[in-house]
């Protein structure tokens, strides 16, 4: 429930995420690393709301990283929209990884932009209409086998 900004591009950004809990198995420690507690395959799924406010598409790139070494071929590089009349441009980037995991095996979630207009956004709850709080991440993590 945090917004996260691109301040220096040629840097990398672990994903934060601010409201976590433990569940049949799977916790978080600190505000980004998923654990996993039994040996199994599990999917890990990302919902990241982006948003730009340049007048150019800019793009991002997320991966995942276990036990803090890159994921082979688990990058992926969106263009988030450029602003428009005034309305910074959003993007929902929803991506899952499937992969073998160990008991205390973590993985996190990281980000980079090729601009600081960039950001993972949390947005508030609407007023009229009345809809819940727009959350700047989700993460799933379900054991497959």
Known sequence: N????????????TVTMANTF??????????????????????????????????????????FRKNGIDIPNSASIVSVPNK?????????????????????????LYWTGDDTDLSIETLPAGVAPVYPQVPSVIITATKVS
């Open 2 to 13: 945090t917004t996260q900004t691109v301040s220096n591009i040629a840097a990398v950004y």
């Open 22 to 63: 433990a569940n049949l198995g799977v916790y978080v420690t600190g505000t980004n690393q998923i654990h996993f507690s039994a040996n199994g395959v599990y999917k890990v799924t990302y919902d990241l709301q982006f948003y730009n406010t340049d007048n150019n598409q800019q793009d991002i790139t997320v991966w």
């Open 84 to 108: 428009h009349g005034g309305i910074k441009g959003h993007f929902i980037l929803a991506l899952n990884l499937v992969e073998q995991f160990s008991a205390g095996d973590y993985v996190e």
